[in-house]
């Protein structure tokens, strides 16, 4: 089955759209404070179909996830006691670890949970929470999500059109391999280890 090829070229086409942009910004503001998916989903293919414009894409959601960023920022400082029953659903573990590196790392925790790929969001609210100063906060916003930001789009727009068409080939085989893991993943959790 081409499951796999089909939602990339959707994803392709849908990239070159002129209001891609757009969705992208929303996705990289509210993916800092509140929303699941990533920007890296969107600025991965749009970086990719349109690599002349890469850096573009990658100064937007650099620019919208600060500014997401800043917003769950505020969410933890004024609205922590509405918001904590939010994250017992399935950030509770995160948020205690948020906390936990502010104590001992303050402005690099930040930067380094900007760059890496665990929920920024968690870390934005922890800040506001914790009363971490404003000013550094935002750098270290500015620093950890460019660079995650920049390397990604770089990294496409330097694969260009021709690692375009390889990932095109590869897909199926990536996309069924990562759902192997995933459904060994659940029956090794849910049904071997959970007896």
């Not at 789009?153 to 085989?173: F, I, N, S, Y």
């Amino acid at each position: 089955m081409s499951i796999f090829s089909a939602l990339y070229d959707k994803a392709m086409t849908w990239s070159r759209h002129p209001k891609a942009p757009w969705a992208l910004a929303g996705v990289s503001f509210a993916e800092s404070s509140f929303f699941l998916v990533p920007p890296d989903v969107m600025l991965m293919p749009m970086s990719l179909a349109q690599p002349h414009r890469a850096l573009f894409f990658a100064t937007l959601t650099t620019l919208m996830s600060v500014l997401g960023g800043i917003l769950g920022y505020f969410i933890g400082l004024w609205a922590l006691d509405w918001v904590l029953p939010l994250l017992e659903g399935g950030y509770a573990e995160y948020y205690q670890q948020a906390r936990g590196w502010f104590t001992s790392w303050g402005f690099w925790a930040v930067l380094i949970a900007g760059f890496s790929p665990v929920p920024y969001k968690v870390f934005t609210i922890a800040a506001g929470a914790m009363h971490m100063a404003f000013l550094p906060f935002v750098l270290a916003s500015c620093i950890g999500r460019g660079a995650r930001f920049y390397l990604v789009a770089l990294l496409m727009a330097w694969g260009g059109t021709g690692l375009e068409h390889k990932l095109r080939q590869w897909v199926d085989r990536v996309g069924w391999f990562l759902v192997a893991v995933i459904v060994l993943w659940v029956i090794i959790r849910y049904f071997v280890l959970s007896r």
